[in-house]
T-cell receptor, first 114, second 108 residues
């Protein structure tokens, strides 16, 4: 058990819809990272938050947004969903804000777009 | 931008055989991390290498960071079925970038 909690585990929805994925980091970790993993793209970094502030951005689409709340949990919002958004979305956390810290991953949310 | 190639993409071995995966960068890396993802699971941090020429061991796993800090390898001695999974190297700039991974299958 990594200590990182992601909900829901599975999500099935239709094109054009909007969903919110939730992540609670390990106790004491201030940084939260979001990744997308699909079969043909591997593990792609989306965005990082550190203590409530955006720290780094990867290949995150404009239709996607995220935030980190004062209690340090984070949400990833995906809107105007397309079939290609079907993937496994992982959240990870680390103690500090610099990316050379080990990251601890949650079990992921599997998103299926029908 | 920086590219990290990981080879091989797949490796099938008989239990007891050795296994090595390589991570190669076109530019110098400040450090490198290795993760393992079991089938249906999430990536799990294994180790971080920082120094040029560094070698670290974890039981049957040996990790190396090249002298020029442009490549790294993970070697597993005498594989077991529990070693099955995908092994990723990852390097950081202002964010952690994962390599493409090597999927290891071990046949009993």
């Amino acid at each position: 058990d990594s200590g990182v909690t992601q909900t829901p585990k599975h999500l099935i929805t239709a094109t054009g819809q909007r969903v919110t994925l939730r992540c609670s980091p390990r106790s004491g970790d201030l940084s939260v990272y979001w990744y997308q993993q699909s079969l043909d793209q591997g593990l792609q970094f989306l965005i990082q938050y550190y203590n409530g502030e955006e720290r780094a951005k990867g290949n995150i689409l404009e239709r996607f947004s995220a935030q980190q709340f004062p209690d340090l949990h984070s949400e990833l919002n995906l809107s105007s969903l397309e079939l290609g958004d079907s993937a496994l979305y992982f959240c990870a956390s680390s103690v500090a804000g610099n990316s050379n810290q080990p990251q601890h991953f949650g079990d992921g949310t599997r998103l299926s777009i029908l | 931008g920086q590219q990290v190639m990981q080879i091989p993409q797949y490796q099938h071995v008989q239990e007891g055989e050795d296994f090595t995966t390589y991570c190669n960068s076109s530019t110098t890396l400040s450090n490198i991390q290795w993760y393992k993802q079991r089938p249906g699971g999430h990536p799990v941090f294994l180790i971080q290498l920082v120094k040029s020429g560094e070698v670290k061991k974890q039981k049957r796993l040996t990790f190396q960071f090249g002298e020029a800090k442009k490549n790294s390898s993970l070697h597993i001695t005498a594989t077991q079925t529990t070693d099955v999974g995908t092994y990723f190297c990852a390097y950081n700039t202002d964010k952690l970038i994962f390599g493409t991974g090597t999927r290891l299958q071990v046949f009993p």
